[in-house]
């Protein structure tokens, strides 16, 4: 394998790694790790990891493979901007199914709030989609960015490593989807932007 192959692939692992599904899951998580919803019990903790897991990864996987596979595109084919706009339409309705069993399952606010976060992330990187190509990767990790920043300030946590950690892993993030010609440094840049943008108004106001 060439090194110019190598580089290619890590790329591609690195961008299914951080799939932009994940954000719900990882809030969550960084939640139950910084607050005192971690004293909630591990088989409720687990439901919601459940619950959130088959609507915000699942179910908007298959039924976007399933899309993809019905238009005979490949990934690199569906990325194109103006190819975007179902895959967002299927992830949006997954994430408003997602909260509203939360609603009627009573499940806390602020974990419903998480989805709501993430899902007016979608919604804000599809309104841009229309007249820009965005990405929606880097989008997720910026949300992430501000979900800690948010938790720091709400449950009197330092989160400045973690951030660190954060800011590391959207550098190589971006590098990837530039790399694999996805995205161009104003488009990685602004989706990061973007989300840590949305997470902090969507933590806060939601």
């Not at 909630?40 to 959130?52: D, E, F, H, I």
């Not at 971006?174 to 997470?199: D, E, Y």
């Amino acid at each position: 394998m060439t090194k110019e192959k190598s580089i290619i692939l890590t790329a591609r692992v690195i961008s299914m790694l951080f799939n932009p599904f994940y954000l719900p899951i990882v809030g969550l998580v960084a939640l139950f790790a910084f607050s005192y919803l971690g004293l909630m019990p591990w088989g409720y903790k687990l439901q919601v990891l459940a619950l959130t897991y088959a609507f915000t990864i699942l179910l908007p996987t298959v039924l976007i493979h399933f899309y993809r596979r019905s238009q005979g595109w490949n990934l690199i084919e569906l990325g194109h901007k103006e190819r975007r706009m179902v895959p967002y339409v299927i992830s949006i309705l997954c994430y408003f199914f997602c909260i509203y069993l939360m609603e009627l399952l009573h499940i806390p606010h602020f974990m419903g709030g998480i989805l709501s976060a993430a899902l007016v992330i979608q919604i804000v990187c599809a309104l841009i989609n229309v007249w820009w190509k965005i990405s929606t990767h880097m989008a997720a990790i910026g949300g992430v960015a501000g979900a800690l920043f948010v938790f720091g300030e709400l449950f009197n946590f330092n989160p400045v490593w973690w951030l660190c950690l954060v800011f590391v892993l959207a550098g190589v993030l971006g590098t990837s989807r530039m790399i694999l010609r996805q995205h161009t440094l104003p488009q990685v840049v602004s989706g990061f932007f973007v989300g840590l943008f949305c997470a902090v108004v969507g933590l806060l106001f939601l």
